[in-house]
């Protein structure tokens, strides 16, 4: 499976932001997440779904990013509202099978996309 990332650029903090990943073969049985990675950073979970809609978002977005996805166009969808500078990494889109509740727990999934670059400005 291949997964391509968009819609990453610069915005003001305070704005909003909306990243769809799309996948080359899209199982709908795939559960598909984001990450992200700011420089000096770890890489850190964001988001996963699973097949049913059922989404995990980490606590440090909770109530800013939403999760969500269309089956029938192969994409997933990271709504990210209320951005700081803190925001800014490089997002990448992943996909695995393990169900989206255990998702950032420390295991990397199958599949990553390259990656798209959002830059929050003060």
């Known amino acids: 499976v291949q997964l391509v990332e968009s819609g990453g650029g610069s915005v003001q903090a305070g704005g909003a932001r909306k990243l769809p990943c799309t996948a080359s073969?899209?199982?709908?049985?795939?559960?598909l997440g984001w990450f992200r990675r700011s420089p000096g950073r770890e890489r850190e979970f964001i988001a996963a779904?699973?097949?049913?809609?059922?989404?995990k978002h980490a606590d440090s977005v909770k109530g800013r990013f939403t999760i969500s996805r269309d089956n029938e166009k192969a994409t997933v969808y990271l709504r990210m509202d209320s951005l700081n500078t803190a925001d800014t990494a490089v997002y990448y889109c992943?996909?695995?099978?393990?169900?989206?509740?255990?998702w950032g727990d420390g295991t990397a999934p199958r599949e990553w996309g390259q990656g798209t670059q959002v830059t929050v400005s003060s």
């Open positions: 073969e899209f199982l709908s049985i795939l559960v």
């Open positions: 779904i699973g097949a049913s809609g059922i989404a």
């Open positions: 992943a996909a695995g099978l393990r169900a989206a509740r255990v």
